[in-house]
T-cell receptor, first 113, second 115 residues
Framework: AQSVTQLDSQVPVFEEAPVELRCNYSSSVSVYLFWYVQYPNQGLQLLLK??????LVKGINGFEAEFNKSQTSFHLRKPSVHISDTAEYFCAVSITGGFKTIFGAGTRLFVKA | DAGVIQSPRHEVTEMGQEVTLRCKPISGHNSLFWYRQTMMRGLELLIY????????DSGMPEDRFSAKMPNASFSTLKIQPSEPRDSAVYFCASSFLGLGTGELFFGEGSRLTVL
């Protein structure tokens, strides 16, 4: 079975500072990895995804993530955050070619002025 | 495209009443998923369909919950009878499996409050 662990439930950060949201996964088979963002009172939307190839993946809104197979991690980073980045971020995993997507518990990013 | 459409956006009901949540997936998508989101348990996968057929309903909490997908453009999630612990935001998501990416497209959710 697959599982996803998001290591921080909340991350407060000042505007224009860098941020890293941490995600570790567990799986005995190859997986696809995703980061989704949820703004208040909205559904989730895809930020970025890793399917194969380059381990550094760039997404929308200036976010990027790095897949590290040896550490089974997929941390999300942004070099300079904005107030508008305040949201909840979910790391997710699915088996390649499979149906199920399993989500982590989420990390609430709070950007302060 | 209009995206995944869910209704109602908000539902307040009393314990024991029947609740029906509706979902219209993105046209052309062949898979549909129902998730439940609560503070305590996060995002839980309840059931998913592929080509209108239920594939895995192991996440459905109890027999009070049922889901149907009579055609490719419509699905319902029904709770009967409802209980206060069913209060949550219910999300529908669709995907096209076959492209191999597994990316999910979510609706805006139905917030259910059972009094």
């Amino acid at each position: 079975a697959q599982s996803v662990t998001q290591l921080d439930s909340q991350v407060p950060v000042f505007e224009e500072a860098p941020v890293e949201l941490r995600c570790n996964y567990s799986s005995s088979v190859s997986v696809y990895l995703f980061w989704y963002v949820q703004y208040p009172n909205q559904g989730l939307q895809l930020l970025l995804k890793y399917l194969s190839g380059s381990t550094l993946v760039k997404g929308i809104n200036g976010f990027e993530a790095e897949f590290n197979k040896s550490q089974t991690s997929f941390h999300l980073r942004k070099p300079s955050v904005h107030i508008s980045d305040t949201a909840e971020y979910f790391c997710a995993v699915s088996i390649t070619g499979g149906f199920k997507t399993i989500f982590g518990a989420g990390t609430r990013l709070f950007v302060k002025a | 495209d209009a995206g995944v459409i869910q209704s109602p956006r908000h539902e307040v009901t009393e314990m024991g009443q029947e609740v029906t949540l509706r979902c219209k997936p993105i046209s052309g998508h062949n898979s549909l998923f129902w998730y439940r989101q609560t503070m305590m348990r996060g995002l839980e996968l309840l059931i998913y369909f592929n080509n209108n057929v239920p594939i895995d309903d192991s996440g459905m909490p109890e027999d009070r919950f049922s889901a149907k997908m009579p055609n490719a453009s419509f699905s319902t999630l029904k709770i009967q009878p409802s209980e206060p612990r069913d209060s949550a935001v219910y999300f529908c998501a669709s995907s096209f499996l076959g492209l191999g990416t597994g990316e999910l497209f979510f609706g805006e959710g139905s917030r259910l409050t059972v009094l």
